[in-house]
């Protein structure tokens, strides 16, 4: 459950810059935006992983 409260987290901590990037078109927000993306793809991953290991332990 901690990765998965690292997604939260990561989530609202990028939410200001999507609505930078999308709304006023600032660049840089929008570089923030998909460096916290890929650090969310990978938290996905590392979970999904967890999950499955979990489930075949059984």
Known sequence: MEKFSKVKE???SVEADAEKFYSAGNNAAGTRVRKAMQ????LAQEIRTEVTEK???K
Do not use: T
Not at 39 to 42: E, G, I, P, R, T
């Open 10 to 12: 990561l989530l609202a």
């Open 39 to 42: 650090d969310l793809k990978v």
């Open 55 to 57: 489930k075949n332990a």
